[in-house]
């Protein structure tokens, strides 16, 4: 037991982390984006119904925040995870993903985006999830957004606008789940 205590300070004295897991999913304390490490911010289950678990998110920021604007407009690399706990065909990702971006952006805002939006529509076209498959929305710090399936990169989006747009389905005014938005903010 001592010797198990020892190990446990002397990681923790050097930095190292234990990974989180949420639902079942092991998530890394910490990543890489662009040559910026990212740390863990939060992470939590997406509920449809509030009884079937969809996904687990995880929300990857340069530093640790719980303020929805910050990591929202931070000119900074970010993540957003989604790791799949059952299968989505990819008409059902898009229009999740639209329901949220028309519930936080207004009618010019979203205007505005119409020709990126149809550029993700074609990005996730045949992009059917499966349980356990890894989806990230990698924001860049010129608000590009790469969305990348199990590791492979499917299309990148170019800024300024539509990395915030995105990130404001999970962490807007309307969020897509309030007990989800707390959890990625660590609150």
Do not use: C
């Not at 995880?58 to 640790?64: F, N």
């Not at 957004?145 to 499917?154: F, G, P």
């Not at 539509?162 to 903010?185: E, F, R, S, T, Y």
């Amino acid at each position: 037991m001592n010797k198990l205590i020892a190990a446990f300070l002397f990681l923790s004295a050097s930095g190292f982390t234990l990974a989180a897991e949420v639902s079942g999913v092991r998530l890394e304390d910490g990543v890489s984006l662009d040559n910026v490490p990212l740390s863990l911010n939060g992470a939590g289950v997406r509920k449809k119904f509030g009884l079937v678990s969809v996904y687990v998110a995880a929300l990857y920021l340069p530093s640790k925040t719980g303020n929805a604007d910050s990591a929202i407009h931070v000119r900074q690399p970010r993540r957003m995870l989604m790791v799949m706990k059952r299968s989505v065909d990819s008409e059902s990702l898009l229009e999740a993903m639209h329901d949220g971006l028309e519930a936080n952006l207004g009618s010019e805002e979203l205007a505005k985006l119409a020709p990126k939006l149809a550029r993700l529509d074609m990005s996730f076209k045949g992009l059917d999830a499966r349980e356990n498959d890894r989806i990230s929305l990698d924001v860049g710090a010129d608000e590009s957004v790469r969305i990348i399936h199990n590791d492979r990169l499917k299309d990148t989006l170019p800024g300024p606008d539509i990395g915030p747009a995105m990130l404001k389905i999970w962490l807007g005014k309307k969020p897509v789940q309030d007990d989800l938005k707390k959890n990625l903010l660590g609150e």
